[in-house]
């Protein structure tokens, strides 16, 4: 069971960073500006005959072609004003994982967006309740009432069983899975680069290959073909940074941020 899974947070006009999403430089490394993401849709059109589906594949697979997903962190307005319409023109799902406490603030959907976004086809998921800086080093009664939570807030609002979910903030561990199982999520994003997909007791967990504000559409386009050198690339720069930040810890945060600014 294989999945390529691109992993996308916000799209903006390039002069509107703080238009959607989260705030801060941090933030704004991995948001794309419309026309660069209208660029990296249609190289990936160009790039492979498989289009991107839906999560939901993964479960009912029965050959060896990876399914192509395309995913949103953080459940930023753009999900609605701009990403929506453009993956629409394809005929292609997006995958959108909400901060639930963020649902109807400014610069994050709101109610009547979520349930619209479902209604026209795509696939809507929890990104936690509170987006924690290091979601791994929660309790495990935090990280149960992270996922729970934010589970039943958004099956409540649409009125179905939400069981998708991603990481927040590229923390992950077994023990993050492990609550997501006890929660009733059935289907796990993470931000670690690899196509394997694997169980954690019921909970299926898939990789995802980041893309950041000046990833070029060609890379998009590469990782969606399948080819093995940015996967590569993807894979020896998450597995240095996740070394670090298992050494530094909170120090590795504070530096980033430092430098950032």
């Not at 990876?66 to 949103?72: E, S």
């Not at 994003?189 to 950041?212: A, K, Q």
């Amino acid at each position: 069971m294989r999945a390529l899974a691109l992993l996308y947070h916000d799209v903006v006009e390039a002069d509107s960073l703080a238009s959607s999403g989260f705030p801060g430089a941090d933030s704004d490394t991995y948001k794309l500006g419309v026309g660069a993401f209208t660029a990296h849709v249609a190289a990936i059109d160009r790039a492979t005959r498989h289009k991107p589906g839906s999560a939901f594949q993964l479960i009912e697979q029965e050959n060896a072609q990876p399914v192509r997903l395309l995913t949103f962190d953080d459940g930023g307005v753009s999900a609605y004003t701009h990403i929506a319409d453009l993956l629409e023109e394809h005929g292609w799902p997006g995958h959108f994982l909400v901060t639930t406490n963020r649902i109807g603030s400014p610069t994050f959907l709101s109610r009547e967006q979520i349930q619209s976004l479902r209604r026209r086809g795509h696939i809507i998921g929890s990104h936690s309740v509170s987006h924690p800086v290091r979601m791994s080093a929660c309790s495990w009664d935090v990280l149960v009432d992270e996922w729970r939570s934010s589970r039943q807030v958004l099956s409540d609002i649409l009125g179905e069983d939400v069981t998708v979910a991603s990481v927040p903030g590229g923390y992950f561990s077994k023990t993050v899975a492990r609550a997501a199982s006890v929660a009733g999520i059935r289907l796990l994003f993470t931000s670690e680069p690899s196509t394997r997909c694997y169980f954690v007791d019921n909970c299926l967990v898939v990789g995802r290959y980041c893309l950041r504000s000046r990833t070029p559409p060609s890379t998009a386009a590469r990782l969606a073909r399948g080819d093995w050198s940015p996967r590569l690339t993807s894979w020896l720069s998450w597995n240095t940074k996740k070394a670090a930040k298992k050494m530094a810890g909170d120090f590795y945060l504070r530096t980033r941020l430092t430098l950032l600014r």
